[in-house]
């Protein structure tokens, strides 16, 4: 049993059996239960709004978090790529293609993808260890990404990617396989295209005069936990072949279907709504592929150069030398 000392410990019991436990009275020597954190009394708590809406920072319903990608942050890594979401950060590296001995012979590739929460990436301090959460997103990401990659070009190989989670405020999920597929395109894995994720949400809105329900894009970890929030559907898209390698649904939808004429139901709604912002952030993910292309030949160049300056000075003979033997 481990121990911690505490500080003092103000106690309103007055009875010899508080003076017993705690030593001399208002003071705690040693306790071995865990210290819960603080809660605000509910008078304390700022009051919850009735709708989403108005977003925070003025966000549209059908826009996704500003999303910052930049690849090549992982030195040593055949390739590697950095996402972040407003508070939703999370860094990729990917090793591979490998031909190993040990492996059986196989005429198509294996891939491995492993999710780690660093241990401050939410509110409550996370364990070392794997958690079963890490596990089911590891096989989840292993499924999808798998989809994606053209394993057959890749006989007797396996591609490993490393996803670490910095900082989780919602929509993890959908930006650890973006981030994934953009390091594999960063390592010039061969991939049908690139893969791309994001998460529609149906909420409940009374306040809106014309209509009591309404879709909104990536959600963050507030907005999934307010009262109004009805169910969410995250996808990964497949532009070329349009198709989703992962499709996963929480929650009800209404049995009122949507104003607009185009969707039949809710659920088409959210569909259609997911596969734009997808398409918008493969967009993205191709800009900053193509930064990271001009990044790369700049370094080789200053490399180069630097290389030939170096080569330069140490072959040069100095003016004072030439007479000597």
């Known amino acids: 049993m481990a121990y911690s000392l505490l500080p003092p410990l103000r106690c309103s019991h007055q009875n010899s059996a508080c003076s017993r436990a705690t030593g001399e009275h208002g003071t705690a020597i040693a306790r ?11 008078k304390d708590l700022p009051p919850v709004p009735l ?5 925070p920072n003025n966000r549209a319903v059908s826009a996704v978090r500003p999303t910052f990608m930049r690849t090549g942050v992982v030195h040593g890594a055949a390739g590697s790529a950095y996402i972040e979401q407003e508070h939703t950060k ?3 590296s990917v090793f591979g293609p490998r031909w190993s001995k040990r492996m059986e012979y196989s005429e198509t590739g294996q891939f491995a993808c492993d999710v780690k929460y660093a241990v401050t990436a939410q509110h409550k301090r996370r364990r070392r ?17 798998a989809a994606a990659i053209r394993l057959e070009q890749y006989p007797k190989s396996y591609i490993e990617a490393y996803v670490l989670v910095l900082e989780d405020d919602g929509g993890v999920l959908p930006a650890a396989i973006t981030a994934v597929s953009l390091a594999l395109a960063d390592a010039q894995v061969e991939m049908i295209d690139l893969l791309a994720a994001t998460s529609a949400h149906l909420v409940h809105t009374p306040d809106a005069p014309d209509a009591q ?13 307010h009262p109004s929030h009805l169910a969410s559907l995250a996808l990964a898209h497949l532009s070329a072949t349009h198709s989703y390698p ?6 009800a939808l209404p049995a009122a279907s949507p104003p607009a004429a185009a969707d039949d139901d809710w659920f088409d709604a959210l569909m259609a709504a997911a596969t734009g912002a997808c398409e918008q952030l493969v967009a993205s993910m191709r800009v900053a592929l193509r930064e990271g292309m001009v990044r790369k030949v700049k370094e ?3 490399k180069e150069a630097l ?3 170096l080569e330069d000075s140490t072959t040069a003979v100095p003016s004072g030398e030439h007479g000597a033997v």
């Open 32 to 42: 071995s239960i865990a210290m819960e954190p603080y809660r605000p009394r509910r």
């Open 213 to 225: 329900h309404a879709v909104l894009l990536d959600c963050s970890a507030a907005e999934q936990q």
């Open 129 to 145: 260890a794997q958690g079963d959460d890490e596990k089911v997103a590891s096989s989840t990401l292993t499924q999808t990404l």
């Open 51 to 55: 709708s989403l809406l108005p977003r």
């Open 90 to 92: 999370l860094v990729c």
């Open 307 to 309: 290389d030939r300056e």
């Open 300 to 302: 080789a160049e200053a």
């Open 246 to 251: 992962h499709l996963q649904m929480y929650g």
